[in-house]
C-alpha cells in the first residue's frame, strides 16, 4: 500500500502561499503590534494636552487648580485636575524628608570631594533651574542623560560609588535637583537631534502593545483609550505633565518613587516584564514624557 506523500511540491506551494497571505495579513494590521496612533506634537509640549484629554485648563497652573478646586473629592470629575492638586495639599509629607537627607548627603559629600557637587551641576554648584533641562545630550558622554542617569554617572566619577538609577539614594537626590527648579516650567531641548531620536523610540514604545494583555501605554492614557474612564476604581489621566511631577512620594507604596519605576509598576500590572531604571526602553519613554510636560511647571515637592 502506497502512502500518501503529505509534503508533494503543490501541498508546499499552496503551505507557503497561505503562509504568505497570513503573513501579509498580519503585517497590515498594525493594532496586532500598536494600538491605533494618535499624533503627539513634539514642538506644542504641554499644550498638546488641549487635543488630548482636553484638561490642561484645569490643571495649567496654580491658578487653574484653585479655580477649579470645587472638583476635589468629586469621583466623575476629579480626574480633570490630572492628580496636579495633591502637589498643594500637604506640603510636608513624608517625601520631604527625602530632600533633607539628600541635602545632608551632598553636604557631607562635598566636603570630601567638591567635584561631585559641580559634575552635578555641570560645573556649578547653584542647581537652581538644572534639573528643568533634563532629560538632555551630553556631548562629551556622547549620548542623552537623564537627571538619575547624571547622579550615577557623577557617582561613580567622583565617589567612585555606584548609585543606580532607581535607587533610593539615587532618587532622593534627584528629587532634591528637582525641588531646586520649583515653580519653573520643564524645557526640553527639541533642537537636539539625539533629543528628538529619542523621543521618537520613545513614541514608538508608547503605542506598541505587551504582556499577556496586549495592553500598550496608549492603552490606558490615549483619547481612543481608557483615557477619561475608570479602570480598577481610579479614573485614568492624561500623560501629559507627568514628567514634572516626578520623582513623587506615593502614598500607596509608602516611598519616593521615580518616573521609570512608575513605568515599572505599569509593566507588571500589564503583565509584562518590568525592567531596571536605566534601561535604554525606559529611558526612551522619559524622553518622551518629559518632552510632553514641556512648559508644565514643576512643583517644590510631589505626591500621589
Known amino acids: 500500500m502506497k502512502t500518501k506523500n503529505m ?7 499552496a503551505g507557503l502561499s497561505m503562509a504568505a497571505a497570513l503573513g501579509m495579513a498580519v503585517a497590515a494590521d498594525e493594532s496586532l503590534e500598536y494600538f491605533p496612533r494618535t499624533p503627539i506634537d513634539p514642538a506644542k ?25 470645587k472638583l476635589i473629592g468629586d469621583h466623575h470629575e476629579e480626574w480633570k485636575l490630572n492628580m496636579k492638586f495633591i502637589d498643594h495639599q500637604d506640603d510636608m509629607h513624608p517625601g520631604t524628608l527625602d530632600i533633607d537627607i539628600a541635602e545632608k548627603l551632598l553636604k557631607d559629600w562635598g566636603k570630601k570631594h567638591p567635584k561631585f557637587l559641580t559634575c552635578l551641576g555641570e560645573g556649578k ?8 533641562t533634563y ?30 538609577q532607581g535607587s533610593l539614594t539615587n532618587i532622593r537626590i534627584t528629587y532634591y535637583l528637582k525641588s531646586k527648579s520649583a515653580g519653573m516650567p520643564v524645557k526640553v531641548d527639541i533642537s537636539s537631534k539625539p533629543i528628538m531620536e529619542a523621543f521618537k523610540r520613545g513614541e514608538d514604545l508608547f503605542f506598541k502593545r505587551a504582556g499577556q494583555f496586549g495592553f500598550s501605554c496608549a492603552s490606558c492614557h ?6 477619561g474612564k475608570k479602570l480598577r476604581g481610579q479614573t ?3 500623560p501629559f505633565g507627568d514628567y514634572a511631577s516626578y520623582p513623587a ?7 519616593l518613587t521615580s518616573l521609570q ?10 503583565r509584562t516584564a518590568p525592567l531596571r531604571p536605566g534601561d535604554p526602553v525606559y529611558q526612551d519613554l522619559e524622553v518622551l514624557y518629559a518632552v510632553m510636560s514641556n512648559g508644565a511647571p514643576i512643583p517644590g515637592t510631589s505626591m500621589r
Open 7 to 13: 509534503y508533494s511540491p503543490a501541498r508546499l506551494l
Open 45 to 69: 509640549g504641554v499644550e498638546g494636552d488641549m487635543e488630548w484629554s482636553g484638561t490642561l485648563p484645569f490643571w495649567r497652573d496654580d491658578q487653574a487648580l484653585a479655580a477649579n478646586a
Open 125 to 132: 554648584t547653584d542647581y537652581t533651574g538644572l534639573a528643568a
Open 135 to 164: 532629560p538632555k545630550y551630553d556631548a562629551n558622554l556622547g549620548k542623552v542623560m537623564t537627571l538619575e542617569g547624571r547622579v550615577q554617572q557623577c557617582a561613580q566619577d567622583e565617589l567612585f560609588i555606584n548609585l543606580p
Open 222 to 227: 490615549a483619547p481612543n483609550g481608557l483615557l
Open 236 to 238: 485614568l489621566t492624561t
Open 249 to 255: 512620594y506615593l502614598s500607596g507604596r509608602g516611598e
Open 261 to 270: 519605576q512608575r513605568f515599572r509598576i505599569c509593566h507588571v500590572q500589564m
